[in-house]
């Protein structure tokens, strides 16, 4: 069965930091380029990050840049979100996704993504 499950999210401050995860199950995905998404009450669901299977491509949302890094550990088939300097909109909640082209997931809210994990909310007060 292939599956994504996320974790790491929670109530932060603003300035704090949290670290997501993104699991991945099922031996079709452990060489998917992978990414983060995240959607906000009453938004559209809106790109994040993303990084190819090797991690030597990575890209970054205009609103992420120097806060957010993404990395994959592909022995644990385990991508991570490092938060840092955390905002009040960043409070969201974020989904990780896979897919075999790492242009689908860079490009726009990822309506041509093919798989999805549950979500975990992300939460930063001020």
């Known amino acids: 069965q292939v599956q994504l499950v996320e974790s790491g999210g929670g109530l932060v401050q603003a300035g704090g930091s949290l670290r997501l995860s993104c699991a991945a199950s099922?031996?079709?995905?452990?060489?998917?380029?992978k990414g983060w998404f995240r959607q906000a009450p009453g938004k559209e669901r809106e790109f994040v990050a993303a990084i190819s299977w090797s991690g030597g491509s990575i890209y970054y949302a205009d609103s992420v840049k120097g806060r957010f890094t993404i990395s994959r550990d592909n022995g644990k088939n385990t991508v991570y979100l490092q938060m840092n300097s955390l905002k009040p909109e960043d409070t969201a909640v974020y989904y990780c996704?896979?897919?075999?082209?790492?242009?689908?997931?860079?490009?726009?809210?990822?309506?041509?993504?093919?798989?999805w994990g549950q979500g975990t909310q992300v939460t930063v007060s001020s």
């Open positions: 099922g031996r079709t995905l452990s060489m998917h380029p």
């Open positions: 996704a896979a897919d075999n082209s790492l242009a689908t997931i860079t490009a726009g809210s990822g309506g041509r993504v093919d798989y």
